[in-house]
């Protein structure tokens, strides 16, 4: 059967239902939006703390790539957010807001908050904060290298390799699906 490692965004429902039903036929795939493997970890972290400091904090997402990114928030961001959103029951597209301007009036408790920067070289950094009274947690990946893309995807190949036919994710490649947040 067909193997395949998918790094990218934007997928439409009708691609994943096509990817889907090709991997009940005998194909496997690793589809995910960032082929890091930290970045990854910071998925399943993320999923575990949210609920674990709960509604008294605050979520603030901020991204920055390149001067020469198109897209904003990333597609790593966005998949933070989302993960974020199910982890504390949220819904992402009604939930989080894209940046700040003006009198906006004050942050609401179930809101996230997304922040994209760009300029230079920066090849992908992503921190989520979780802030409240008195302190503030801050979780980050730093990629400094396109390397780890690449590292990343020779462990989704050598994965697939072994599986069966399915349709996976870097959260089954690097055996945290048990503490990540579900699609």
């Not at 300029?119 to 992503?126: I, M, R």
């Not at 989520?128 to 990946?141: D, M, P, Y």
């Amino acid at each position: 059967g067909v193997s395949l490692t998918i790094g990218t965004t934007g997928l439409s429902m009708e691609n994943k239902g096509t990817l889907r039903s090709l991997s009940e036929n005998g194909a496997r795939f690793v589809c995910t939006p960032n082929m890091s493997v930290g970045v990854n970890v910071l998925f399943a972290l993320c999923a575990q703390v949210a609920p674990l400091l709960g509604e008294d904090y605050d979520i603030e997402v901020v991204e920055m790539h390149h001067n020469q990114k198109k897209d904003a928030p990333s597609g790593t961001a966005e998949r933070l957010g989302e993960i974020l959103a199910t982890a504390r029951g949220l819904d992402y597209a009604d939930d989080t807001r894209h940046g700040r301007v003006g009198m906006v009036g004050a942050r609401t408790r179930q809101e996230i908050g997304m922040h994209s920067l760009r300029g230079g070289d920066v090849v992908g950094d992503h921190t989520v904060i979780f802030a409240t009274q008195g302190e503030r947690l801050e979780l980050t990946h730093k990629a400094s290298s396109r390397e780890t893309f690449a590292k990343g995807a020779l462990r989704a190949v050598k994965f697939l390799a072994a599986a069966r036919p399915g349709l996976y994710d870097m959260q089954n490649v690097l055996g945290l699906d048990h503490l990540a947040a579900p699609d």
